[in-house]
């Protein structure tokens, strides 16, 4: 039997919210990823990180928020927790595969769509492997066309923001490519839930697992807690907003001025002392 599936419970609210969640964990992962194209090596694995678990858990909250507002009539919905989190987990990691090589092999050519195409799998791996997290008295049926449609919006998103996380070095064109990118991360969401259906079972047995009330605090407090803890690291970081290098070129290394000189005190009192003595050397000639 066919279940009635709404997947806007509360209207536009969760909607909205999930989006600014993808915007924010997007724009701090973003902006990750571009300071750690500007650092030195031994800087860069600690901004990867941070930007792949930042676009790891925005992408995760914005899917949860989403299914706050999904329901199937007649069927109560639960939720596994360990694959629940595991899909977190397969989210980071997948991202941060995607990132790392961007951030060594740079954002463009066989690097750009190598860790565009690894990013956006595992945005599409979230989404599905949350999913398969649902436990209710029924299970998913899912068209495959729809769903292919999903995963290469979600490759095509990963590889524009990294693209953008190379090329884009102001602090407003960077918040233009979090907004693109959680709009097509929200997209790809509701285009793998445009590919559902639902067959529900009239066994009447009850479903295991925790209620969506149960995994709220959790699911929630985690990970927007770790934004917030990126988001000071972010704004506390100068030269982040400005986009500036802060490694060292060869020829500002130790020992060798990185600015013209300026003369100093006893340099100037040497060269005025060289100049009297020019001076009277030249007139020496005259007095005699």
Request: charged content about 10%; hydrophobic content about 50%.
């Amino acid at each position: 039997m066919h279940g009635t599936v709404d997947g806007f419970s509360y209207g536009l609210v969760t909607p909205l919210v999930a989006y600014l969640m993808a915007c924010l964990g997007g724009a701090l992962g973003l902006r990750c990823t571009t300071r750690a194209l500007l650092v030195a090596h031994s800087w860069r694995p600690g901004w990867l990180a941070l930007g792949a678990a930042a676009i790891g858990s925005g992408i995760w909250t914005m899917h949860f928020v989403a299914m706050m507002g999904f329901s199937v009539a007649g069927a109560p919905i639960h939720y596994d927790k360990p694959m629940t989190y595991a899909s977190l987990g397969v989210a980071v990691v997948m991202v941060g595969v995607g990132i790392f090589i961007v951030g060594y092999r740079g954002a463009a050519g066989t690097a750009l769509f190598t860790g565009g195409t690894i990013t956006g799998l595992g945005i599409a791996s979230m989404h599905y492997l949350g999913m398969a997290g649902m436990r209710f008295d029924g299970k998913f049926e899912y068209n495959t066309l729809t769903v292919g449609v999903s995963v290469a919006i979600a490759m095509a998103a990963a590889t524009a923001a990294l693209w953008a996380a190379g090329q884009v070095r102001g602090f407003l064109w960077s918040v233009g490519a979090s907004l693109v990118m959680g709009l097509a991360v929200t997209g790809m969401h509701y285009t793998g839930m445009a590919a559902l259906s639902v067959d529900l079972h009239t066994t009447g047995t009850p479903s295991a697992g925790d209620s969506p009330a149960g995994l709220l605090a959790p699911m929630l407090i985690g990970p927007l807690a770790f934004l917030c803890i990126a988001g000071v690291v972010v704004m506390f970081d100068p030269l982040m907003v400005m986009g500036k290098p802060d490694w060292i070129p060869a020829e500002h290394k130790p020992g060798v001025p990185a600015h013209p000189h300026t003369p100093h005190p006893a340099d100037r009192a040497r060269l005025r002392t060289r100049r009297k003595v020019a001076h009277h050397e030249s007139r020496t000639p005259q007095n005699r």
